[in-house]
């Protein structure tokens, strides 16, 4: 990829899943990273302080297929759904609305991008194929401890689930509004327990209705205390809602996340029955620099 190609090596800012840059998930862009290596992409990761940046390493703005790659301000992510679906958009912005196809370390992502009212560009990922099984009883009570959370705070409706869209994702959800409110954890505790099964956040979610979730994600193993929003947990989040039997043929859920920050995001979460993949939707808008 070259400078030929019209994609900038600068380092562009994105707000994800909102179309106010004063909501969503901040996300640093860069959309020619050809000349960096991975302490370099590292650095530049860490020096934006987002939880998550996305390089564009190789691609053909032609054929309209990229290489993705990930960081976290210590580490590095196999899959990021805010990163991507704002990489998308600025993409979009310069060379069209229209399919995208990344190839990222979990594999490969199709990502449609389309223009909307005002010209806010959407972009909806589709994730690789998803999982889930229930948590075992270390796993949860080793969490719940770091969380400072009770068994009797969780809703006895929705299991505790790991679940998996490209990274693992420990899914509990609060038996009342209150509970995720509340939010004041151990980091260190949470980030231990949390390296040691290789889980990316914690997805902590309270159902509103069927179709209306609230979240929020503590992300200590990327050295952010919470993630505005989280669109690789919520593809996560679809899949566990089939594992559980929830998804009657199909299934479009809103997630808001966000809120408790005063952050608010909104992720639309698509998932058949048919299929083990899932479909996440959101907008994403520029940052000033």
């Not at 949860?140 to 009770?150: H, N, S, V």
């Not at 994702?169 to 290789?198: E, K, N, P, Q, T």
Request: contains cysteine.
């Amino acid at each position: 990829m070259t400078k030929a190609s019209g994609l900038t090596s600068d380092i562009l800012r994105y707000a994800a899943f909102s179309s106010d840059p004063r909501g969503g998930n901040p996300a640093g862009v860069v959309l020619d990273a050809s000349a960096h290596d991975d302490a370099g992409m590292l650095a530049v990761a860490a020096e934006v302080g987002y939880s998550e940046t996305a390089f564009v390493t190789a691609g053909d703005p032609a054929k309209r297929r990229f290489t993705l790659r990930y960081f976290s301000p210590l580490a590095e992510v196999g899959f990021c759904g805010h990163a991507t679906v704002a990489t998308a958009v600025a993409l979009a912005e310069r060379v069209g609305p229209g399919e995208l196809v990344f190839e990222t370390p979990v594999g490969e992502i199709p990502v449609l991008t389309s223009t909307g009212p005002g010209g806010t560009v959407r972009a909806t990922l589709t994730s690789v194929a998803t999982r889930s099984r229930p948590a075992r009883d270390d796993e949860l009570d080793a969490t719940l401890q770091a969380l400072g959370w009770a068994r009797e705070d969780l809703d006895p409706a929705l299991p505790p689930h790991v679940a998996f869209a490209g990274n693992d994702h420990l899914v509990l959800a609060a038996a009342s509004r209150a509970r995720l409110g509340d939010l004041a954890y151990d980091f260190d505790a949470l980030a231990g327990v949390m390296r040691g099964h290789g889980w990316t956040t914690v997805h902590l979610v309270w159902r509103e209705s069927p179709t209306l979730f609230h979240a929020r994600d503590p992300f200590p193993v990327g050295g952010v205390v919470e993630d505005p929003a989280t669109g690789a947990a919520a593809a996560a989040f679809g899949g566990y809602l089939r594992a559980l039997g929830l998804v009657p043929g199909a299934l479009a859920i809103t997630v808001r996340q966000g809120e408790d920050m005063g952050r608010p995001g909104e992720l639309l979460v698509e998932v058949d029955a048919s299929d083990p993949r899932v479909r996440v939707s959101g907008e994403a808008v520029p940052l000033a620099g």
